[in-house]
Structure formats: structure tokens, C-alpha cells
């Protein structure tokens, strides 16, 4: 009988993952975006860039910021695909994690083009409960928020350190009607703001507890494009998304450097 090449337990084949692509040296940080087509905006920002490969939603590149190396890999939307992308880069050796996506802003005080460094994620999404306890708060990385927030000032962006929700949905779970003519239902956001959150999008909460539980140092970095409480939306979205990406690249490669 032959020898199975994987198990259906951990199906990956040797070292190669049976989801992500895989480059020939693993960066040891990596930035998250949701959008598959954002990859490629990567080469706007840092020096060297390539794209390493695509399998399904998860599109890969690699390059390099003052020399350091610094990867990015699609999530695709929502948690599910999101905690492959977690998982199977921690088994590769990462251990810098920074969601770069968008979210719709629920705090007043937030503007359209706006950038929140997610310093905690409310308990929302069902695929964090499986690396959370219940009851357990899910922070970022006090380290990575901290380098986030200092590479938004350095770069005169707008915006702040503050707290969001991640939704297992787009339509209903986020409020939304599900048809043209509907009302929807906001009494969603407003219980989520009453619990603190200031903006609601779909994937940090699973980046910060599974980065946590596996031993990545995880953060995520949100630019408002939507406002739920004006319904404001921002139709001029490429520079807002590339100063997502070099804003996540100058706290990525300190944070690999240690500074």
C-alpha cells in the first residue's frame, strides 16, 4: 500500500501549505489586506516587489522596506478564510501580523479617509471564539499598536488608536438590508457601539485572537471608507489604501528590528 503524502488532520504536504503560496525565504512579517487586487498596490510602497503566487483568494508578494523583508498575503472576507491565512503563516515562521483593510466608522469623531489603529476587537465574530475564552478580552499587540500609531503621525495621516467590531457578514450582520427597498437594522451597530466599538468591518477580530493564541504578535491598521452614521461612502479610495499599506509596512519592519 502506498504511503499517504498528507493527512486530512494537518493536510499539508511536507513544508508547503495546502492553501498559501509559499516564498523561497518567509518574511518574517507580514500585511494582511482583504482584497486579493491589493496585493499588487504593494509595489507603490516597498522596494523589490513581487508577486509570489495566487490559490484562491490568497494572493502573495514579498519585498523589502529599508532592507528589511516584509510580506503580504490576501485574507479574502470574512473569518473563515482569514484564520487559514493566520494559521498557515504562523506555521511558516511569522510572527508580525498586521491586518491593513477598511472599515465603516460607527464614532462620530472619525472622518472618511481616517486610519484606526485597532487596539482591541469587541467579542463579535464567531470564528474568534474558537482562539478566545469566552469572557476574554482581544487585544492587539500593545508593541505593534503603539508603532502603528507613531508611523500614522509620522506620516501626517489622520486618525487614532480606538476599538472595532468584526462582523460574520456584510448585509445583515452589519445592519444592512438585504434587498434594495429595506430598512435594515441599525439596532445592530448601535448595541455594538454601546459596546464600545468605533468602527465595524470583517476580519481584525480573528487576526488579533489568532495571532494571539499562536504566538504572533498581531495588529490591525483600518481606514474609514464608509460612515455608518452620516452613510457617508469614500469614492476616491486609492490613496487612502496606499497610505494603508505604508503605514502597515514602516510598523511592520520596526517591529522586526526591534525599534
Avoid at 83 to 109: F, N, Q, S, Y
Avoid at 141 to 157: F, H, P, Q, Y
Avoid at 182 to 189: K, R, V
Amino acid at each position: 500500500m502506498a504511503m499517504k503524502e498528507r493527512s486530512a488532520i494537518w493536510p499539508w504536504k511536507g513544508d508547503v501549505p495546502p492553501h498559501l503560496p509559499r516564498p523561497e525565504k518567509m518574511p518574517k512579517a507580514f500585511l494582511l489586506p482583504g482584497d486579493p487586487g491589493r496585493v499588487d498596490k504593494a509595489a507603490e510602497v516597498l522596494d523589490d516587489f513581487r508577486i509570489v503566487g495566487q490559490n484562491r483568494e490568497f494572493r502573495m508578494g514579498v519585498g523589502t522596506l529599508h532592507g528589511v523583508a516584509i510580506g503580504i498575503c490576501s485574507t479574502g472576507i470574512g473569518g473563515a478564510s482569514t484564520e487559514i491565512v493566520m494559521v498557515e503563516l504562523a506555521a511558516l515562521g511569522v510572527e508580525v501580523a498586521i491586518r491593513t483593510g477598511g472599515m465603516g466608522a460607527l464614532a462620530p469623531d472619525l472622518a472618511l479617509g481616517d486610519f484606526l489603529i485597532a487596539a482591541e476587537a469587541v467579542r463579535n465574530s464567531g470564528v474568534a471564539a474558537f482562539y478566545a475564552e469566552p469572557g476574554e478580552r482581544v487585544l492587539a499587540d500593545t508593541g505593534i499598536v503603539a508603532l502603528l500609531d507613531a508611523s500614522r503621525g509620522e506620516l501626517g495621516l489622520p486618525g487614532r488608536p480606538g476599538t472595532c467590531a468584526t462582523a460574520d457578514g456584510y448585509y445583515r450582520a452589519q445592519g444592512r438590508p438585504d434587498r434594495p427597498e429595506g430598512d435594515g437594522t441599525p439596532a445592530i451597530l448601535d448595541q455594538l457601539a454601546a459596546r464600545g466599538a468605533e468602527g465595524i468591518e470583517m476580519e481584525a477580530e480573528i487576526v488579533l485572537a489568532a495571532g494571539h493564541a499562536l504566538g504572533m504578535r498581531a495588529g490591525a491598521v483600518l481606514a474609514v471608507h464608509a460612515h455608518r452614521l452620516s452613510d457617508g461612502w469614500l469614492e476616491d479610495y486609492d490613496k487612502t489604501q496606499r497610505d494603508l499599506l505604508r503605514l502597515g509596512a514602516m510598523a511592520a519592519a520596526r517591529a522586526v528590528v526591534g525599534r
